[in-house]
């Protein structure tokens, strides 16, 4: 009898949230109520409450299954062995995922709560982390991984929002490549670029107009590398591992 109860729950909850999602996709945000799912979802209002908690439970339900969806689609995407490509990579993707499914994104980033994102944006903030420290290990990061992480989610974000809000025929997609070549070139030790010509000037890619070249690494750099690279040893103690992550990231954020 438990197990029924379960399994209808859990039926109801993947109804409620797949009648939401069509709402949001094809009403937008305001056409997610209460009255408007259990009726698209063929259950009673206390239902959604009692699975969710709150419609703000519900509308982080949305997102977070929305963005899963997407990552889902992506899995065929292996890291390669270039991290700062991997992250021009992951930087499309989004933007063609905000611009595929505008009124989600909007859901996961243009309402944000102070001091509580949700779900999906954390999900979606880990997954970004995780390709910034890939480069922090190649030796390629400028600045240390947290500053270099909040640069590309807000700029990155901002942009795709901004291209949301823009009409699709008004849309002039190399803003995102400008943007995102002007992030790689302040935060990584090499330019963008893989080729230059006789002039002088960096080479375009085919990611768009190529950002000039950066400054050689310094000790800042280095910082960031063995910062990122520190958890693969175990010869320190806690307490050497704990002052040598902070004199690292002393180094790094002063760089």
């Given at each position: 009898?438990?197990?029924?109860?379960?399994?209808?729950?859990?039926?109801?909850r993947?109804?409620?949230?797949?009648?939401?999602?069509?709402?949001?996709?094809?009403?937008?945000?305001?056409?997610?109520?209460?009255?408007?799912?259990s009726?698209?979802?063929?259950?009673?209002?206390?239902?959604?409450?009692?699975l969710?908690?709150?419609?703000?439970?519900?509308?982080?339900?949305?997102?977070?299954?929305?963005?899963?969806r997407h990552?889902?689609?992506?899995?065929?995407?292996?890291?390669?062995?270039?991290?700062?490509?991997?992250?021009?990579?992951?930087?499309?993707?989004?933007?063609?995922?905000?611009?595929?499914?505008?009124?989600?994104y909007t859901?996961?980033?243009?309402?944000?709560?102070?001091?509580?994102?949700?779900?999906?944006?954390?999900?979606?903030?880990?997954?970004?982390?995780?390709?910034?420290r890939?480069?922090?290990?190649?030796?390629?990061?400028?600045?240390?991984?947290?500053?270099?992480?909040?640069?590309?989610?807000?700029?990155?974000?901002?942009?795709?929002?901004?291209?949301?809000?823009?009409?699709?025929?008004?849309?002039?997609?190399?803003?995102?490549?400008?943007?995102?070549?002007?992030?790689?070139?302040?935060?990584?030790?090499?330019?963008?670029?893989?080729?230059?010509?006789?002039?002088?000037?960096?080479?375009?890619?085919?990611?768009?107009?190529a950002?000039p070249?950066?400054?050689?690494?310094?000790?800042?750099?280095?910082?960031?590398t063995?910062?990122?690279?520190?958890?693969?040893?175990?010869?320190?103690?806690p307490?050497?591992?704990?002052?040598?992550?902070?004199?690292?990231?002393?180094?790094?954020?002063?760089?």
């Amino acid at each position: 009898m438990e197990t029924d109860r379960s399994a209808a729950a859990v039926a109801n909850r993947d109804r409620i949230i797949e009648a939401a999602t069509r709402l949001l996709a094809e009403q937008g945000r305001e056409a997610v109520s209460t009255r408007a799912v259990s009726a698209a979802a063929g259950v009673q209002a206390p239902t959604i409450y009692r699975l969710f908690g709150d419609k703000q439970g519900l509308l982080d339900a949305v997102a977070t299954h929305g963005f899963a969806r997407h990552l889902g689609e992506k899995t065929a995407l292996a890291p390669t062995d270039d991290p700062v490509e991997d992250l021009r990579t992951g930087w499309n993707l989004n933007l063609e995922f905000g611009l595929a499914n505008p009124a989600l994104y909007t859901l996961m980033y243009a309402e944000p709560r102070p001091g509580e994102p949700s779900p999906a944006a954390v999900t979606a903030l880990g997954i970004l982390t995780a390709y910034v420290r890939r480069i922090a290990e190649a030796g390629r990061l400028r600045v240390d991984v947290s500053r270099a992480t909040q640069l590309i989610h807000a700029t990155g974000g901002g942009t795709t929002l901004a291209l949301i809000a823009t009409p699709p025929d008004q849309r002039d997609l190399t803003v995102s490549h400008l943007a995102r070549e002007a992030v790689l070139a302040a935060i990584t030790t090499e330019a963008p670029a893989t080729g230059t010509p006789a002039t002088g000037t960096p080479a375009a890619t085919a990611h768009g107009p190529a950002a000039p070249a950066v400054a050689a690494p310094g000790p800042a750099t280095a910082a960031t590398t063995l910062r990122a690279l520190l958890p693969r040893t175990d010869v320190l103690t806690p307490g050497e591992q704990a002052l040598l992550t902070e004199l690292l990231d002393r180094i790094s954020k002063a760089g």
